[in-house]
């Protein structure tokens, strides 16, 4: 029975990667004053599904140079972590099975690293290597932070489980009463996830496309369903967090217009910059914030 649900839900989470891609060119659409797109179908609507089937018939280049092993491994692996988290929260839920369901999640957040070595490796490519060095880099700094703030929630909360968590903002939004600490959810959380401004592993103007310079047709499909997976899945984990449980599609949809607006709205930071500030600014601010939710729980 739950291989069935979780065998539904990856589906599902498939299927919503070509809803929220068609989405957000249609959000930056409208905030840059062009019409995205609107030719394929009616209103555009399956604009994604030509993009796919467009990569899917093209061919797989083969590098001699390439280390074909982890060139191969590595869109896999991303998109096999992306599909854990879903699998994951869905066993918890069912089964009552994690008391730390939201550490494991975020443990399994930092495996994402090994997705972005392998493909950053493989291809033998210096743009590729160096936009996969800047990617784990940024990983592991910006995942402290976010460990110390949801640290910050058991303490507030008293609960260590994701679906406690939601429960028990039934009277009120955790959100309404935090929201500093929601704002610094929110931008640690892009950075975790290399959306704008913070996606140095793709800056064009340095890196061409970072670590995905060497990948087309089928790997780049796998690579770009991992990277949006996540996005969704953060989105989703951020109104269980944050905004209650109830109403779950349409605030996770509002949560990800914010990434989106965000992305429209902001130009890159500098990675010097930004591996400065994780250090100088998210750090010091999440440790001040456990340390006074500590005081106010004992």
Avoid at 244 to 266: D, E, H, M, P, Q
């Amino acid at each position: 029975m739950w291989f069935m649900d979780f065998v539904i839900s990856m589906v599902g989470v498939l299927l919503s990667v070509a809803f929220f891609t068609f989405m957000e060119r249609k959000v930056m659409g409208l905030m840059h004053y062009r019409l995205g797109p609107n030719k394929v179908l009616i209103w555009g609507l399956s604009q994604p599904i030509a993009d796919a089937l467009k990569l899917l018939t093209k061919e797989l280049q083969k590098f001699t140079a390439s280390k074909m092993m982890m060139y191969s491994l590595g869109p896999l692996i991303s998109l096999l972590l992306a599909l854990l988290f879903w699998g994951f929260y869905e066993y918890s839920v069912s089964y009552n099975s994690s008391a730390l369901s939201i550490m494991v999640i975020l443990s399994i957040m930092g495996l994402s690293a090994y997705g972005f070595l392998f493909t950053s490796w493989g291809p033998n490519s210096k743009y590729a290597l160096l936009g996969g060095h800047r990617t784990v880099s940024q990983i592991i700094s910006y995942e402290v932070c976010l460990m110390f703030l949801v640290l910050t929630l058991f303490y507030i909360t008293k609960c260590y489980k994701v679906e406690n968590i939601a429960l028990s903002q039934k009277g009120v939004w955790l959100m309404m009463f935090s929201t500093p600490l929601f704002m610094a959810w929110l931008m640690l959380s892009m950075a975790e996830s290399s959306r704008t401004p913070f996606d140095l592993a793709e800056s064009e103007s340095e890196l061409v496309s970072g670590s995905n310079v060497e990948y087309g047709g089928g790997f780049f499909v796998l690579a770009f369903m991992s990277e949006y997976g996540m996005i969704i899945f953060i989105s989703f984990i951020t109104l269980i967090l944050f905004l209650g449980a109830n109403s779950t599609l349409l605030k996770t949809f509002l949560v990800w217009i914010v990434y989106v607006c965000v992305r429209c709205s902001f130009q890159r930071v500098r990675y010097d910059k930004l591996m400065m500030m994780s250090w100088k600014k998210p750090l010091p601010y999440s440790l001040s914030m456990v340390f006074l939710s500590s005081c106010y729980l004992y």
